[in-house]
């Protein structure tokens, strides 16, 4: 979209106001009127002066930075959802390409080792599959399946729960380069200098299940924002899954545990899993070859991408 420094500031300083429906938002900016008539008329219209010139600085830094808005074709639809709502993402990276199934794949940071080593084969399993992987960015589940991604070939969608300029969790740089390189993206709807307040999860889970074709929870306790995301993807009509390892009797499991009981499937193979528009024909499996040609490390274990199921 080609659109002037003044326009963009604009339709920023309008999709920051969240306390208007996206809807009213998308009307403002459509209008064409100015930010000092809104401001006249409504008293609790904040410009965001702060925050928009920090998306502005950002977006000079290069090319691979935009942003992605409410109607275009890489954003995606919250439908039931009604409050809260981002009018913009900014994305660094290859923007989404949201024709192609894309596997939620999300988990506690203290997971077992079982439980990281089915992250890792389910992110680097949708990969090889031709699907994209989104997830969180958190230490363990989410950053193991993320990885799979980026072994696999990508596409990744990293959701950030801060902006791009901060790096939360520590040591992610990194990452989000080798996502960037394999065809991926990193996404956020905070300005990027915004750090990482405890509300700004949910908002990333929102974004996360917004972006799942399914969800697949592989481990979580009781108390977990992974519960919140699966929530999220519920609401909005779209399946969730439970990974193999997480039904069981550690405190690490009592989250997807609780799904499991509620009637949710456990899978340990996308090809279990009822993925619309597209059906699992790879699947990854362990080898005990070890450190081959084609073979896949991750941790002390390899992984082999099985001929195609006919």
Not at 83 to 94: E, F, I, R, V, W
Not at 142 to 162: E, F, H, N, R, W
Not at 237 to 249: I, P
Request: aromatic share 8%; charged share 20%; proline share 5%.
């Amino acid at each position: 979209m080609d659109i002037d420094c003044i326009e963009i500031e604009r339709r920023l300083a309008i999709g920051f106001n969240e306390q208007l429906s996206l809807a009213a938002r998308h009307r403002m900016v459509l209008s064409g009127i100015s930010l000092d008539e809104i401001s006249a008329h409504d008293q609790s219209f904040r410009p965001y002066i702060r925050e928009t010139r920090d998306v502005l600085h950002w977006l000079s830094r290069s090319p691979d930075n935009s942003i992605i808005w409410y109607g275009e074709e890489a954003f995606p639809s919250f439908n039931p959802l009604r409050s809260h709502l981002p009018y913009m993402l900014m994305c660094s990276g290859t923007r989404p390409d949201t024709s192609i199934p894309c596997i939620g794949i999300v988990g506690t940071r203290h997971a077992t080792y079982g439980a990281l080593q089915e992250a890792f084969r389910l992110g680097m399993e949708a990969s090889r599959n031709g699907m994209s992987v989104v997830s969180g960015f958190a230490e363990g589940i989410d950053q193991a399946g993320m990885t799979g991604s980026i072994k696999g070939g990508g596409p990744c969608m990293g959701i950030l729960a801060c902006g791009h300029s901060v790096e939360y969790p520590c040591l992610t740089m990194d990452m989000r380069r080798r996502i960037a390189d394999t065809g991926g993206c990193v996404l956020s709807r905070f300005a990027p200098e915004s750090p990482s307040y405890k509300s700004n999860f949910i908002s990333r889970n929102m974004i996360i299940a917004a972006y799942s074709t399914i969800l697949i929870a592989v481990q979580a306790p009781g108390k977990s924002g992974t519960l919140s995301t699966c929530d999220f993807q519920t609401q909005m009509g779209k399946d969730v899954y439970v990974g193999s390892q997480g039904v069981g009797d550690r405190f690490v499991q009592a989250g997807t545990t609780a799904l499991f009981n509620d009637g949710i499937k456990v899978i340990g193979s996308l090809q279990e899993a009822d993925i619309p528009g597209m059906q699992a024909r790879l699947r990854v499996i362990e080898t005990p070859d070890g450190d081959k040609d084609g073979n896949v490390r991750f941790g002390d274990r390899f992984y082999v991408v099985k001929k195609e199921i006919c």
